[in-house]
């Protein structure tokens, strides 16, 4: 993989696309036109100790890393691909599987990439339905990961 361009223009937060691995019933990649991500966030929370021969100096060591669960929305569109695989889970069967979420450029060629991997659906929110309302029927699907990286 080429390394990704670099610039100093930020990047529009408009252009990205997800794909997601063996969720689809063929187990190819299903890749989704999501309207936004978030919970690309990880921590690395101190654990802190006093060693008992200094005085009251507190030491701080790396704890156990952390990975924020993954939020995507979009427009419900009739593909079913996501909701299939959260019935999986819904029955017992919860099929861990990888990712990726491009951030694309104004010509749509990939400027950065992050990888997920051992993610499964952990919570699905459907639309909001109201006759009074001129908007998009959205669902929320939120992904519990086990490691987020850059792709360099």
Not at 11 to 19: D, K, M
Not at 30 to 55: A, K, M, Q
Not at 112 to 138: H, Q, V
């Amino acid at each position: 993989m080429p390394p990704l361009p670099t610039r100093d223009d930020p990047y529009a937060s408009y252009n990205f696309r997800i794909t997601v691995n063996d969720v689809s019933n063929d187990g190819l990649a299903v890749s989704g036109s999501f309207t936004e991500v978030s919970g690309l966030e990880l921590e690395i929370p101190p654990i802190e100790y006093r060693n008992g021969s200094e005085d009251i100096t507190v030491r701080k060591i790396p704890g156990l890393k952390k990975f924020t669960n993954l939020t995507f929305k979009r427009g419900i569109t009739g593909h079913v691909d996501f909701w299939n695989w959260v019935v999986l889970a819904l029955q017992g069967t919860v099929k861990r599987t990888s990712g990726l979420i491009v951030l694309e450029d104004e010509n749509h060629h990939d400027a950065m990439r992050w990888s997920f991997s051992r993610g499964w659906p952990t919570k699905y929110t459907g639309p909001t339905l109201s006759a009074t309302k001129n908007e998009i029927a959205m669902e929320t699907l939120v992904l519990a990961v086990e490691k987020l990286e850059i792709q360099t």
